[in-house]
């Protein structure tokens, strides 16, 4: 089942730094073969090493938004490897759905949602082409992250801390770091749509960003693979072992 692979979705109306999970729906049987018949699927060699396989299954723009994606792909890969070091996979596939229908079908997007990551692949939706070069940057590097964790995610990890992570990753640094955020967001409030899913996506980057400056990337990539990955603690037996501070320091008083 995709909903069991499916870790991220960037919305296109909230903003490229906001994502949700998308909806459990299964994964149909010939995608694989799909994605390899895809007449303009080619691959991209990346200064580590790494290649980069881009299909365009059909879209009316998808072309020019992998050649687009291609451009940014060396940042977005020196990005993760900088903050979640070398082991990751060395394919990476990348898919232009040719519809919204078919990326419905394929990835579990909506109409909202700009691109989704499963185990086997980093799906764009084919309204992504309108994203301008920022937001993709974004968007990319998000998704890339969520792709690179892939083994160390496990499915019932905190979608709060692990969106929160990849925005870390995916945003530009901000020109004064945050602060510890008021109150730490719910995977609800991430589902729900409406303007405080928005809200709750910043708190998850605030916690990130936050620790990050505090403690160092390298706890705040501890933090994850203690609180995410399989055989994951819950979030503050966590946040004792990676931080060794207690969870209540971690958060502001209104």
């Given at each position: 089942?995709?909903?069991?692979?499916?870790?991220?979705?960037?919305?296109?109306?909230?903003?490229?730094?906001?994502?949700?999970?998308?909806?459990?729906?299964?994964?149909?049987?010939?995608?694989?073969?799909?994605?390899?018949?895809?007449?303009?699927?080619?691959?991209?060699?990346?200064?580590?090493?790494?290649?980069?396989?881009?299909?365009?299954?059909?879209?009316?723009?998808?072309?020019?938004?992998?050649?687009?994606?291609?451009?940014?792909?060396?940042?977005?890969?020196?990005?993760?490897?900088?903050?979640?070091?070398?082991?990751?996979?060395?394919?990476?596939?990348?898919?232009?759905?040719?519809?919204?229908?078919?990326?419905?079908?394929?990835?579990?997007?909506?109409?909202?949602?700009?691109?989704?990551?499963?185990?086997?692949?980093?799906?764009?939706?084919?309204?992504?082409?309108?994203?301008?070069?920022?937001?993709?940057?974004?968007?990319?590097r998000h998704e890339l992250f969520h792709f690179a964790a892939r083994a160390d995610?496990?499915?019932?990890?905190?979608?709060?801390?692990?969106?929160?992570?990849?925005?870390?990753?995916?945003?530009?640094?901000?020109?004064?770091?945050?602060?510890?955020?008021?109150?730490?967001?719910?995977?609800?409030?991430?589902?729900?749509?409406?303007?405080?899913?928005?809200?709750?996506?910043?708190?998850?980057?605030?916690?990130?960003?936050?620790?990050?400056?505090?403690?160092g990337p390298d706890k705040l990539r501890a933090l994850y693979v203690a609180a995410?990955?399989?055989?994951?603690?819950?979030?503050?037996?966590?946040?004792?072992?990676?931080?060794?501070?207690?969870?209540?320091?971690?958060?502001?008083?209104?």
């Amino acid at each position: 089942m995709l909903g069991a692979e499916l870790i991220c979705a960037v919305l296109l109306v909230a903003g490229p730094s906001v994502s949700s999970p998308g909806p459990a729906v299964a994964a149909p049987t010939p995608l694989t073969q799909t994605v390899a018949a895809a007449p303009m699927s080619r691959g991209v060699p990346l200064p580590d090493g790494r290649t980069a396989v881009l299909a365009d299954l059909g879209a009316r723009d998808g072309a020019a938004l992998l050649d687009r994606i291609a451009a940014e792909l060396p940042g977005a890969v020196a990005a993760v490897t900088g903050f979640w070091g070398d082991r990751w996979p060395r394919e990476i596939p990348i898919v232009v759905a040719a519809t919204a229908g078919q990326f419905a079908t394929l990835a579990g997007g909506g109409a909202d949602i700009a691109a989704t990551t499963t185990t086997e692949r980093i799906t764009f939706s084919p309204a992504a082409a309108a994203m301008n070069d920022a937001d993709l940057r974004t968007v990319l590097r998000h998704e890339l992250f969520h792709f690179a964790a892939r083994a160390d995610t496990a499915a019932d990890a905190p979608v709060w801390l692990t969106e929160g992570v990849a925005d870390y990753v995916g945003r530009p640094p901000a020109p004064v770091p945050p602060g510890a955020p008021t109150a730490l967001p719910t995977d609800a409030e991430l589902a729900t749509p409406g303007p405080g899913r928005s809200a709750a996506y910043d708190r998850a980057w605030e916690f990130a960003s936050y620790i990050a400056h505090t403690y160092g990337p390298d706890k705040l990539r501890a933090l994850y693979v203690a609180a995410c990955g399989p055989g994951h603690r819950d979030v503050a037996t966590a946040v004792r072992t990676a931080l060794g501070v207690d969870p209540s320091t971690l958060t502001a008083a209104p």
